[in-house]
């Protein structure tokens, strides 16, 4: 297969990257990849702890894109054996273990959800649980002999909690070890991950030099803050966007981020022209990030249609063209609606948007939860979220 050369090829996997272990490792291994016309195995191992894809694991994905573009082997591997056990990378407790019920139910929609992004002609996918649900126990207690409990303590978010006398599970040691052994047993040439992944990824580099096979280069990409701007993101902490959310959610999203941040989404999630970007006023820039970002996801007309409803609303103060219809006898109370249209997802979340005044009916903001609307109206929730009431 012809490939680009080597120059291209490392300005491109360069791009978004916080750090690579090592890049002359990895210029050695395009080297041989183009002279003995052998792709490179890159791998990625996701475990399925949630349903829904955001764009925080997109900065993966896309990357993984990029190296199917180069021409080399993607594995996208799927942990159903070490979600099993949760991985404790910048946790400061226990994950919460999950069911063979849930691992299952999640793995079906990520190979769903992935295939917006990477060729899944292309693609191969491997699960974990294939050699460890076979590996007996002799074998696993050899495999622990290649790693020390002096070097696991080495790692930061483990010192810290033996530091603040906080439980530190067995299961927590023994999970880089199994990530690493994923490498091994799927002769990764490169492995993938998160910053915060850095010390199970250098566990996979030691148990393949240990074992007597060639060493993964590791690649780290940054997190990505979500959007209030300082957590990564996260489903747990609710400024998350999901790649499964409708346009209207995904596009408003978008534009509620930092000018700031905006610079990192371009950077991680597109392949836009950065400095032709950075001339661009900072409202038309948004815009046009977050048409190209629901444009990866919908498509191209549906996301130039986005683009026009959030104009037409928020630039025009216009209602939105599509508003969801919630009928009600006269006697339910404002809290209870937004309860049971689904526009909140608790009580205290809707008793607190009262509070903040960010509930309104018609344009008059609504200040008591009891509150109860015999004629309906037009209900708002927050500058996206909008509920035409009928009594």
């Given amino acids: 297969m012809q490939r680009l050369d080597i120059h291209k090829q490392l300005e491109i ?67 159903d054996f070490t979600a099993r056990i949760g991985d404790p990378s910048g946790k400061s407790e226990l994950r919460k273990q999950l069911s063979p019920e849930e691992i299952a139910k999640n793995t079906q929609t990520y190979k769903k959800q992935i295939s917006k992004i990477l060729d899944m002609k292309k693609l191969q996918i491997a699960f974990n649980s294939k050699w460890f649900d076979k590996m007996k126990g002799l074998e ?12 696991m303590l080495e790692r930061d978010d483990f010192s810290l909690r033996i530091k603040e006398m906080k439980p530190l599970y067995m299961s927590e040691f023994i999970y ?12 990764a040439d490169i492995e993938l991950g998160g910053t915060d992944q850095k ?66 989404y371009y950077t991680l999630l597109t392949d836009e022209d ?38 037409r609303v928020f630039s025009q103060g216009e209602l939105p063209q599509d508003i969801p219809e919630y009928k009600t006898d006269g006697k339910q109370s404002i809290t209870t609606i937004l309860l049971n249209s689904r526009l909140v997802k608790s009580g205290n979340e809707a008793r607190r948007l009262i509070k903040q005044g960010a509930v309104s009916l018609d344009n008059s903001k609504v200040r008591q939860e009891n509150f109860v609307p015999i004629k309906g109206g037009v209900l708002k929730v927050g500058s996206r979220r909008f509920l035409k009431i009928i009594v």
Avoid: C
């Fill in 13 to 79: 996997i360069k791009r978004g990257t916080v750090e690579i272990i090592s890049e002359e490792e990895l210029r050695t291994k395009l080297q041989e990849s183009i002279r003995e016309n052998r792709p490179l195995r890159v791998k990625a191992g996701f475990d399925p702890t949630s349903p829904d894809i955001h764009l925080g694991h997109t900065v993966l994905l896309r990357k993984l894109r990029q190296f199917q573009d180069l021409g080399h082997q993607v594995i996208f591997l799927i942990g």
């Fill in 140 to 151: 696993f207690g050899r495999l622990l002999t290649h790693y020390t409990a002096t070097r």
């Fill in 176 to 187: 880089p070890i199994l990530q690493g052994y994923d490498s091994v047993v799927l002769n």
């Fill in 199 to 264: 010390f199970n990824l250098l566990v996979g580099r030691e148990l393949q030099k240990d074992l007597g096979q060639s060493q993964q280069v590791i690649i780290t990409m940054p997190l990505l803050e979500g959007t209030d701007g300082k957590q990564k993101m996260s489903k747990s902490y609710g400024n998350y966007i999901g790649i499964n959310e409708t346009l209207g959610e995904v596009f408003g999203k978008i534009m509620s981020i930092s000018d700031e941040l905006m610079f990192k």
């Fill in 274 to 311: 950065l400095e032709a970007v950075k001339k661009l006023h900072a409202k038309e820039a948004k815009l046009s990030l977050a048409e190209n970002i629901t444009r990866q996801y919908h498509g191209r007309e549906l996301a130039k249609k986005a683009r026009q409803e959030f104009e």
